[in-house]
Structures are given as C-alpha cells and as structure tokens.
C-alpha cells in the first residue's frame, strides 16, 4: 500500500511548484526548514491522497513520516489525524504517543498547524495538560510551536482558555518569528472564541514589552482606535 501511495503523489509532483514552496518554507542553508524537499504537490492533493490511504499501516505510517520529502510527511500526518479523530480511546492514545515521540519529523510550520491541535490538543482535551508545558521548554522550535498551536483545541472544543494562556505566557518573548505568530494567533483565537475582555486583561499588563509581531497578530480584531492603541503604548 505504501509504495501506490508513493506512485500515486508522485504523478502529482509538480517542480515549479516545488520550486516556489521551497522558497516559501523557507529550506535554504540556516534557514528554520534546510533541507526539506517538495516535490510540489498541494495540500488539497495531499488530503485526498491521505483519505484514499487512511488504513495505511502504522509501520508504514511511520516510514511515511520519517522521509525526507515535505509532503510524505504532511501526508503521514493527515492520515494520522484522520485515524485520531475516528479511533477508539486506546487508538488515539497509541496516535499521541506515536506523535509526540516523533516531533524530530513534524518540522515545519503547516506540519505543526495541521496536527498538533487535533492529535496533542485533542488527546490532552480532558486529561492533564502539563505535558503542553514540557513541550514549551524545549529548545527545539517546532516542539514549542506544538504546544502553542495545541491549544487550539481547547478553545475551540471546550471554550477553555487558560492553557491558551499559560503556554503564550512562557513563550511571549521568544525571539523567533514562527513562535511570535503562534502566540499572536492564538490570543486572537482566545479573544475571538472565548472572551475578548479576558484577552484584553491578559494583554494590559504584557503588551508594552511583548513582541510586536505577537502583538500584531492578537489584537488584529480589535478596532482600529484600539489597536493604534496597543501599539502606541497608550492603553
């Protein structure tokens, strides 16, 4: 199965748009994704090819995963939370610890942005979420990333705010641009689904020394007024 979905992605291979995405994705020598491959193919081809293989194996899943081209991976992972979503209890635990023992591949952001809110956040939904605070300390980008975005599912499910914003709080000064987008993004996410004045309370005092980029990003559905406001330092 594993190898007619490999033959399958690659009649979709585009090399212009592997080109662009990895331009895009940023895969150049230093840069956060060196070294990743794209063969072009896009994410809408991608789920379809995912949904067609969703019974792939979990050894299979694994070689998917653990393979050098970008989208072999963003696959793996597609199919991982596809089977997360439909699994039994003992399933989807197999799925979290089969992810979280696996981050070294989850390596670039629409990795993150496609499966750590479904796979982490929705395993850790209704348990202990500590592990959300390990991943915030590691030194490894896209762990930290992981528990940022992990979160989402909280608000989004349950309408709870406060992993949103204890995890935003341990990152708020972190000095990379990925991790400034994915606090930003999920304090506007927080405003948005559980309370705005909850997010403005959280802000009042953070605001004037957090990064911009962060800041930019939370306050994007405020007014106009108010958000000239935040950014001025006249709050």
């Known amino acids: 199965m594993l190898q007619n979905l490999q033959k399958d992605l690659r009649k979709l291979a585009n090399p212009k748009k592997a080109k662009v995405l990895s331009g895009f994705f940023k895969t150049g020598k230093s840069q956060y994704g060196a070294g990743d491959i794209f063969i072009g193919v896009t994410v809408p081809d991608s789920r379809n090819i995912a949904k067609k293989y969703k019974k792939l194996s979990f050894s299979d899943t694994e070689k998917l995963l653990t393979s050098p081209i970008h989208e072999e991976r963003l696959i793996a992972l597609l199919i991982l939370v596809e089977n997360f979503q439909k699994g039994t209890t003992q399933e989807r635990e197999n799925i979290f610890d089969f992810y979280v023992s696996h981050t070294k591949y989850i390596n670039n952001w629409d990795l993150v942005d496609l499966s750590a809110d479904k796979i982490v956040g929705g395993w850790l939904l209704d ?28 608000l989004k499910e349950k309408k709870i705010i406060e992993p949103t914003f204890v995890i935003a709080d341990m990152l708020l000064h972190d000095s990379h641009d990925l991790i400034q987008k994915a606090v930003g993004w999920m304090l506007r996410e927080a405003g948005k689904r559980v309370s705005e004045e909850k997010e403005r309370e959280f802000l009042k005092s953070r605001y004037a020394t957090m990064p911009r980029t962060a800041l930019r990003y939370a306050i994007e559905r405020f007014a106009e007024k108010d958000r000239k406001s935040y950014l001025l330092g006249r709050i």
């Open 127 to 154: 348990k202990d979420w500590s592990a959300l605070r390990t991943l915030a300390k590691s030194s490894i980008l896209w762990e930290k990333r992981i528990a940022m975005i992990a979160t989402y599912q909280f």
